[in-house]
């Protein structure tokens, strides 16, 4: 009797994404998924290249990874009409109405709803219909990051916490249930303290952890000055690297990520043409 051949895994020059290669949404076993949880926690991001698979597969699969982050339909404008476990990314419009979140503009470098006291493990992103051009999404390694700081940022970041305010979001729009704060220093603000540099809970290795923007971020301990120059470099450094992947998107395309240890940004696009993308997101844990 043949053995059924096992997964591959192939690594992109970028040294954060890795294709992986004979993975059947079909018919799978514990092992295939034990397999793609390898890969995905060694490399941090890892693609499907051109999958035909239905919204239920989908959340099958994505089910396999832990238990779901459920949004708020008011996050995802119309939501998904049967599972509410997918989050629907779309500039389409119906009856005069987004039918999903993000529209067609720029979202720039972060981690995924860092401001929580318990960020997402990870995500599953599907390209259900994609425009000619645009829309590409970058994804960078914060292990990376932290790994190849030099030694004067790696010490200024041992054992420091970082401030995130959580009533406004990058667009300077009050977030759902939040309202105006009557102090004008965001740090009076309701939000969350977590580690600069946060340990995998899975893999032991460290990452820094920055959040989605230096605006409504503080160093605890430090003055505003001290913060906002330390924040800027770390910034500049994780950014400004050589080490990103990019996903030009085909139709049914997967992009899986573990967004305790990555950071992504997505590229605008022409708003004359539509992008749906189904998205489904694994809880995870608070960040120590």
Same mark, same amino acid.
């Given at each position: 009797?043949?053995?059924?051949?096992?997964?591959?895994?192939?690594?992109?020059?970028?040294?954060?994404?890795?294709?992986?290669?004979? @993975?059947? @949404?079909?018919?799978?076993?514990?092992?295939?998924?034990?397999?793609?949880?390898?890969?995905?926690?060694?490399?941090?991001?890892? %693609?499907?290249?051109?999958?035909? !698979?239905?919204? $239920?597969?989908?959340?099958?699969?994505?089910?396999?990874?832990?238990?779901?982050?459920?949004?708020?339909?008011?996050?995802?404008?119309?939501?998904?009409?049967?599972?509410?476990?997918?989050?629907?990314?779309?500039?389409?419009?119906?009856?005069?109405?987004?039918?999903?979140?993000?529209?067609?503009?720029?979202?720039?470098?972060?981690?995924?709803?860092?401001?929580? $006291?318990?960020?997402?493990?990870?995500? !599953? /992103?599907?390209?259900?219909?994609?425009?000619?051009?645009?829309?590409?999404?970058?994804? /960078?390694?914060?292990? !990376?990051?932290?790994?190849?700081?030099?030694?004067? /940022?790696? +010490?200024?970041?041992?054992?420091?916490? !970082?401030?995130? #305010?959580?009533?406004?979001?990058?667009?300077?729009?009050?977030?759902?249930?939040?309202?105006?704060?009557?102090?004008?220093?965001?740090? $009076?603000?309701?939000?969350?303290?977590?580690?600069?540099? %946060?340990?995998?809970?899975?893999?032991?290795?460290?990452?820094?952890? /920055?959040?989605?923007?230096?605006?409504?971020?503080?160093?605890?301990?430090?003055?505003?000055?001290?913060?906002?120059?330390?924040?800027?470099?770390?910034?500049?450094?994780?950014?400004? +690297?050589?080490?990103?992947?990019?996903? #030009?998107?085909?139709?049914?395309?997967? *992009? *899986?990520?573990?967004?305790?240890? +990555?950071?992504?940004?997505?590229?605008? @696009?022409?708003?004359?043409?539509?992008?749906? *993308?189904?998205?489904?997101?694994?809880?995870?844990?608070?960040?120590?």
């Amino acid at each position: 009797m043949l053995m059924k051949e096992r997964l591959k895994a192939v690594q992109h020059a970028s040294n954060v994404c890795a294709d992986i290669e004979g @993975f059947d @949404f079909d018919q799978y076993d514990s092992r295939d998924i034990d397999d793609v949880r390898k890969y995905w926690l060694q490399y941090g991001v890892i %693609r499907f290249k051109k999958t035909r !698979i239905s919204d $239920e597969q989908q959340v099958k699969f994505s089910r396999h990874f832990g238990e779901f982050v459920i949004h708020p339909k008011q996050l995802q404008e119309g939501g998904h009409p049967v599972h509410p476990e997918i989050l629907v990314i779309s500039n389409a419009m119906k009856d005069g109405k987004p039918s999903g979140a993000m529209g067609n503009s720029e979202a720039t470098w972060h981690t995924d709803t860092w401001f929580y $006291e318990k960020p997402p493990a990870g995500a !599953i /992103l599907r390209a259900v219909q994609i425009p000619p051009s645009g829309g590409d999404t970058y994804f /960078l390694s914060t292990y !990376i990051a932290y790994e190849t700081l030099p030694a004067v /940022l790696k +010490t200024a970041v041992e054992g420091r916490q !970082i401030f995130f #305010q959580n009533v406004y979001d990058k667009t300077g729009k009050l977030r759902l249930g939040k309202v105006e704060p009557k102090s004008r220093d965001f740090r $009076e603000w309701s939000g969350i303290v977590h580690p600069l540099v %946060r340990t995998h809970g899975e893999t032991g290795r460290k990452a820094l952890y /920055l959040g989605g923007t230096v605006d409504g971020a503080w160093i605890v301990g430090m003055s505003r000055d001290e913060s906002d120059s330390l924040l800027a470099a770390l910034w500049d450094h994780t950014i400004n +690297t050589e080490h990103v992947f990019v996903q #030009q998107w085909d139709e049914g395309d997967i *992009m *899986m990520w573990d967004n305790r240890c +990555t950071m992504h940004r997505r590229d605008s @696009f022409d708003p004359a043409f539509v992008r749906i *993308m189904h998205r489904t997101t694994t809880s995870g844990e608070r960040p120590v």
